[in-house]
């Protein structure tokens, strides 16, 4: 089992849709949860950052960590075209190490108008 | 884009060929990091830098080295390449590694080996 799990869709919704992203691990280290945004041959960027259990808003995405579970979310609000992306979901242990980031595969999300 | 610039940004080259893969930075972060991406694996980090002339191997490291002469340059060596080696390689950088989300990528190289 690897130590991240994300489903790689293809994921296509229409405009003003709710979106859902989720990414479950297997290690219980894992202090850090992050959720990053990759256009089309750019680079990663940081979309959403958490720091053990919880929730995180930010505009219209909010981030859900549930550690019980093994289980994170990424919730994406009246979903745009511009919001048509791959999102990755990355995970980290606190301490020395902590630089080590495990990245999921990627959800690629399309945006219909 | 943070000031980070790979080059090049797109490469074919052959098996068992050398090829350098060159991250420049104007940030002026102390930690510097290589990553591949490939469909089915995600992200996987190859080697990083903690400093000049201070590097180490990731996860994937076999068949590269790294060098960092200069804060501002980190240059990744594929000693003989193989098509097991063909990528997309990100550069990223950040100020810390007390916390990953200073994590900054650049654009990528896409490299072909043939």
Known sequence: QKEVEQDPGPLSVPEGAIVSLNCTYSNSAFQYFMWYRQYSRKGPELLMY????????????????????????????????SDSATYLCAMSRSGAGSYQLTFGKGTKLSVIP | DAGITQSPRHKVTETGTPVTLRCHQTENHRYMYWYRQDPGHGLRLIHYSYGVKDTDKGEVSDGYSVSRSKTEDFLLTLESATSSQTSVYFCAISESTKTVSSLHFGNGTRLTVT
């Open chain 1, 50 to 81: 958490t720091y053990s259990s919880g929730n995180k808003e930010d505009g219209r995405f909010t981030a859900q960590v549930d550690k019980s579970s093994k289980y994170i979310s990424l919730f994406i609000r009246d979903s745009q075209p």
